[in-house]
């Protein structure tokens, strides 16, 4: 028994916030954010959008793209940073908006592989258990734990959700996932406050980032998750029809393109167009690479994303 992907969608928050906007807030230009993550643009949610109405958005046209209706769902699984509320999760609160039954539903939280991880959780569910058809969604407002004073950062993040359906199915589909961590780099990457450990004088947390170091332990990482796939599959790189990143940073793309000696046409970006979205980044480059028409059944993919924690997974995926 396999899972397969059976629809995707996407959604993009209204606001756009340039790199020419940007100059005016803080001491940037727009060839200096172009030239060293490829980000021309991002988008951010409105002050009545949470991350549960960015994923609701994207769910609904991953449902109606599968040909199905809510209550056809019997799981759903979040990936998210940026919850709402400590609880309930962003998993139960898309349950209720979309009016999908009382079927397991829960978020989980690993920064920017977060949607991956849950793809992998609910794989699992469907080779192994009762469950047939899932939502997985990947949603983030990451412009609610910016400093938009450090330049370092504030340039980089964006908001949105992406979201997929997939179901119990004959053929492979998902063939091969693997997830990993390593909470020794934790200071590298990381969200200043949270519930437990909070600051006195912090009401909230703020992202917080050392780049180059970032930069340098994600290309070796993601090298080596490269290699370990296609070993493990037993592939020739060429045999990778699209590879579908996390939208990051266009440099970390292209080392891990020519790890798998992967022309950049076979590679799917959208960074230009959101920034780093985290956990909604694959699932959205996905969803447009699909519905332009890049992506057609029968392709082998290779889905990977790198975050902080810093956690790192990939999926190998017969579309």
Known sequence: MYSRIAGTGKYLPERVLTNFDLEKMVDTSDEWIRSRTGIERRHIASEGEATSHLACRAARVAIDDAGLRPEDIDLVIVGTTTPDLIFPNVGCLVQEQLGIAAVPAFSLEAACSGFLYALAVADQFIRCGPTRRALVIGAETMSRIIDWTDRETCVLFGDGAGAVVIERSNEPGII??????????????????????????????????????????????????????????????????????????????????????????????????????????????LDTAIRDGRIKRGDLLLLEAFGGGFTWGASLIRY
């Open 176 to 285: 091969y996932s693997t997830l990993g961590a390593d909470g020794r780099y934790r200071d590298l990457l990381y969200a200043s406050s949270g519930v437990s450990a909070r600051p006195k004088d912090q009401e909230g947390g703020t992202l917080r980032m050392k780049g180059n170091e970032v930069f340098r332990v994600a290309v070796k990482t993601l090298e080596n998750m490269v290699d370990e796939v296609i070993a493990a599959n037993k592939l020739e790189k060429g045999e990778i029809d699209w590879l579908i990143p996390h939208q990051a940073n266009i440099r970390i793309i292209q080392a891990t393109a020519r790890r798998l000696q992967m022309p950049m046409e076979r590679v799917v970006l959208t960074v230009q167009e959101h920034g780093n979205t985290s956990a909604a980044s694959v699932p959205m480059a």
